[in-house]
């Protein structure tokens, strides 16, 4: 556990010395941990799930959206769930600002827009497709301490008619107008690149240190209806390959670009095909309880802006139904707890290793100090991605090496090392 003023004084640090180092084939770039669900009593921070959850469930929302238009229909199964609203209790927010409850929900690094540079705190997301930032313009006091982007000291700025719009956790949007610019990540340069330097931004990132987000997925699901910064960067050859990799974990976290970081994995990358047209999906997934296989052929999703992991809720009912002890505890959200003298062994598995979940990142502590019970980092939950999908986050991620490969169209992942 971390307090809010380390993490943020960490990302200035990083904002201010951010040097990417060049590797062989690609560049690193440092993350910031992610915070958890977790409070510092060892107690699961309910409020945050929650706000987690709507978070996940209005950002493929608007997934579905982007995708009907862009492709003028969904995948099987898939569709456009109601939005929710959930607001963090205000008073609780005032009364704990320096403890476990104002963490960060992202994995954050340094990005420069313009000409010359202005650097931004970044999360990227392999489960959306597009870039924002705040605005100069941005005059809510959710801005005030956001580094803001300014078209006017940029030389490379280009208007594009048109305005970008998404909704946010806490039920507000974030919008703005449409510009292109250059981009680096690393010293990896994404020329003539959408984004949106936004003017209005959502409570929610009030008490976040992150300025805004960098999606990683496909155009498919870009509500700007262009190539994200990886595939931008990719066309223009400003990488020597079309894949980029992630560590997450409680420290040295980084995303690699232009290749796979061979010292943080050993052996090889299990790869598998990416179907459907927007996301990291792969097909022929199952998962095991202390390897043994309960529920068998369905989709994942691959996601490092979801904390947890989601999927149906009857097939998480029945995955929970299997682990002696196990309740349910919060039926809107689909949490289900287990007995925490034995957090069970879960793992995934897509015709190769068994890639298991450890069971610090299956735990997100207990439901209240004493219980004896603790709530586990699967809950189920309709998405509106589809028939038979589930979403893996960080607490699938923080388990493996992950390679997102555009050259073969495939995710894959490693053994740490
Ligand atoms: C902010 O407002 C000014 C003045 O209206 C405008 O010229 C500029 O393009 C706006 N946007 C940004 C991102 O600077």
């Not at 986050?393 to 995710?411: E, H, I, L, R």
Request: proline share 4%.
């Amino acid at each position: 556990m971390f307090c809010k003023a380390s993490l943020i004084a960490v990302a200035l640090a990083l904002l201010s010395s951010a040097t990417p180092v060049a590797q062989e084939s690609g560049s690193t770039i440092a993350l910031t941990k992610r915070g958890s669900l977790t409070k510092d009593d060892g107690t699961f921070d309910h409020d945050m799930a929650i706000y987690s959850t709507v978070r996940t469930h209005n950002k493929h929302r608007q997934n579905m959206i982007n995708m009907e238009r862009n492709e003028g229909r969904l995948p099987a199964g898939a569709s456009i769930k109601p939005a929710r609203v959930f607001r963090m209790p205000h008073q609780k927010r005032q009364k704990e600002p320096l403890t476990d409850e104002e963490n960060d929900l992202e994995w954050a690094g340094t990005v420069s827009i313009g000409t010359p540079g202005q650097s931004f705190l970044i999360d990227f997301d392999t489960g959306s497709s597009d870039l924002w930032v705040p605005s100069v313009n941005c005059t809510s006091s959710t801005c005030s301490t956001k580094h803001k982007y300014n078209a006017a000291t940029s030389s490379s700025d280009v208007k594009k008619p048109g305005t970008f719009s998404i909704l946010y956790g806490d039920g507000s949007t974030v919008s703005g107008p449409i510009y292109t610019e250059t981009v680096n990540v690393a010293g990896i340069k994404s020329t003539g690149q959408y984004f949106s330097p936004v003017n209005t931004l959502s409570d929610s990132f009030s008490n976040d240190p992150i300025d805004g987000i960098l999606g990683l997925a496909f155009p498919a699901i870009s509500n700007l209806r262009q190539n994200p910064f990886f595939s931008n960067a990719v066309q223009e050859r400003a990488v020597k390959s079309g894949v980029f990799g992630m560590k997450l974990a409680s420290s040295g976290s980084e995303l690699y670009l232009g290749g796979t970081d061979t010292s943080q994995y050993t052996g090889s990358i299990e790869y598998h095909s990416v179907t459907g047209s927007g996301f990291w999906q792969a097909s022929g997934a199952k998962i095991l309880l202390s390897g043994k296989s309960v529920i068998t052929g369905f989709q994942t999703v691959i996601d490092s802006g979801t904390t947890i992991m989601y999927g149906p809720p009857s097939a998480v009912q029945t995955f929970y139904k299997s682990i002696p002890g196990s309740k349910l505890y919060d039926s809107t959200n689909g949490y289900y707890s287990f007995p925490c003298k034995s957090v069970p062994s879960v793992s995934f598995n897509w015709g190769g290793k068994n890639w298991v979940i450890s069971a610090a990142n299956f735990n997100l502590g207990q439901t209240y100090q004493g219980s004896g019970q603790c709530v586990g980092a699967l809950a189920g939950q309709d998405l509106g991605l589809g028939n038979n999908v589930w979403l893996l986050g960080d607490s699938f991620m923080k388990n493996v090496y992950t390679a997102f490969s555009f050259d073969k169209n495939s995710v894959g992942f490693a053994t740490l090392s």
